[in-house]
């Protein structure tokens, strides 16, 4: 079947709240900040938001219904997203065809967690079913333990070095030294990176995320909307979503991507030689690697080769990754890490990047991942941005 | 001890995590079952650090991917540091470092 783009669709309004690692306040607090944001920043009132779609993990036992009612909002659309780190391209997705389709005109996007200290492993507890009882026995650890022996096989296959991770984590630290709310600002080195604790070989320090809290946000709506509130705005030229690709797997040897890309690129009609940058999901650097193979940066297998030969700096020559630092200098603060790549996406099309910004960039690539239920990452995801003509 | 897996009274296949409806033919009969314990090494981690401050006297402890014969791949603990890619082991339910039912690898030695 043909793909199908989002027709005369904004994105618009990138609103990030700061991080913090142990937070004084509930997860409303975050949501609502950003809704708030959102608001002021658009000029665009309350009322006036007829669609409403959140990921939080930490939410529960409240919902996205529970919200509307919570922060005083009435709509007619309504999305609940448990897609963790695939949350931000989903939420841009499913709020476009919703305002192409007419269905909501102004649709409100925010994630929210609290994740610091203990919360982090309460949630664990809980996190699913399967993990609760194949995966939390086994050293009751999180995700670093799927990742760990997700890695190992990447590396035994490819492989791949811990030099060829840490040249990962060290451009996204460069790229995260100039982000104002990155909670990990200072430069990292090779030989840090490499001298790192050991967590669950072969992952170190580094190679993993710490967990905080924030909530980031964004607007969709028309572009006559957007053009009429004189905000800058990014059409969304293609986007994809995979659940559960190659189940046949014995472990996890890249995302859902390979199955959507052509899809993704015939949509847009561009290639990924056409990306400005690709913000990419980075809960642990194997993770970027799968996103370069899977979204046709470099073949399968060759993504230690691609990092060794292209500097991914966001303010280098090659390809700018994770321009912000990407949650290995901002933080994960949970669901929120699956919307990090959307709003510093929207703000590099804009030309208003908070830290680095792409030279000339117009075009770029914000692709999520997650949801560990078992063994791997379930949730696949990409979008096009290409800035907004008024 | 021996180890069992649930079965699919309909396609005869075995899977894990447990569940109550087979993914494979979405059969509704699913039975714990006896199966063939050699599997091998898929991938493996030496972890040295955990959620639980309980679990971190007995760490660091290897963890193990393993494909049971049968084709299923489980998480097991293994019993040595010796977790070369491909090893044998045979996997059995047992217990792991704070007494928790688990399913545990052993390695055969050639």
Redesign the interface.
Same mark, same amino acid.
């Given at each position: 079947m043909t793909p199908r783009g989002y027709r005369h669709v904004a994105a618009a309004v990138p609103v990030t709240i700061p991080y913090v690692r142990r937070s004084e306040h509930g997860v409303h607090w975050w949501l609502g900040r950003a809704l708030g944001e959102l608001v002021r920043r658009s000029g665009i009132s309350k009322q006036e938001i007829d669609g409403l779609i959140a990921a939080s993990y930490t939410l529960r036992p409240d919902s996205v219904v529970s919200l509307t009612e919570y922060f005083g909002l009435t709509v007619r659309w309504l999305e609940d997203l448990p897609m963790g780190g695939a949350s931000g391209p989903v939420a841009l997705c499913r709020a476009a065809r919703a305002v192409e389709a007419g269905d909501a005109e102004i649709v409100a996007c925010i994630a929210g967690d609290v994740l610091g200290g203990a919360a /982090?492993?309460k949630l664990?507890d809980n996190y699913s079913? /399967?993990s609760r009882?194949? @995966?939390l %026995?086994?050293? !009751? @650890?999180?995700p670093? &333990?799927p990742f760990? &022996?997700?890695t190992?096989?990447y590396m +035994?296959r490819t492989g791949a070095v811990r030099e060829d991770m840490g040249r990962i984590c060290i451009a996204q630290r460069h790229n995260g030294h100039y982000f104002p709310h990155a909670l990990l600002k200072n430069p990292l080195t090779m030989r840090e990176y490499l001298a790192a604790? %050991? !967590?669950? +070989? %072969?992952?170190h320090l580094f190679d993993c995320v710490m967990p905080c809290s924030g909530a980031e946000g964004f607007l969709v709506m028309s572009e006559d909307r957007a053009q009429a509130g004189g905000l800058p705005y990014a059409s969304i030229l293609a986007g994809v979503e995979r659940y559960n690709a190659f %189940?046949e797997d014995? @472990?996890q040897v890249s995302g859902g991507w390979p199955m959507d890309r052509d899809r993704l690129y015939a949509a847009a009609g561009l290639g990924p030689g056409d990306m400005h940058f690709l913000q990419a999901y980075d809960d642990y650097p194997v993770i970027v690697m799968f996103q370069l193979e899977g979204l046709g940066f470099c073949e399968t297998g060759e993504a230690p080769a691609f990092v060794r030969a292209v500097d991914l700096t966001a303010d280098g020559v090659g390809l700018p990754l994770n321009t912000g630092g990407g949650q290995l200098s901002l933080g994960q603060a949970g669901a929120v890490g699956g919307f990090v790549g959307i709003t510093e996406g929207l703000r590099q099309v804009f030309g208003q990047a908070l830290g680095l910004q792409v030279m000339n960039a117009t075009v770029g690539l914000v692709s999520g991942y997650g949801t560990v239920n /078992?063994?791997r990452g379930l949730c696949s995801s990409a979008v096009i941005l290409a800035r907004g003509s008024s | 001890m021996n180890l069992c897996l649930p079965h699919c009274q309909v396609c005869a296949r075995s899977h894990w995590p447990p569940r109550e409806i087979c993914p494979h033919c979405l059969g509704h009969e699913i039975q714990w079952t006896e199966i063939e314990s050699g599997g091998s090494v898929v991938t493996a981690t030496l972890l040295h650090h955990s959620l639980e401050p309980r679990f971190r006297e007995h760490l660091p402890v290897c963890l193990a991917t393993i494909q049971l014969d049968c084709g299923v791949c489980v998480l097991v603990y293994l019993d040595s540091g010796d977790f070369a890619i491909g090893n044998r082991v045979i996997v059995s339910t047992g217990t792991g470092p704070t007494g928790q039912e688990a399913l545990v690898a052993k390695s055969v030695t050639r």
């Open positions: /982090f492993g664990m079913s /399967f009882d194949a @995966v %026995p086994y050293g !009751i @650890v999180g670093n &333990l760990a &022996l997700i190992r096989h +035994e604790r %050991p !967590i669950a +070989e %072969p992952l %189940p014995k @472990v /078992f063994d | -």
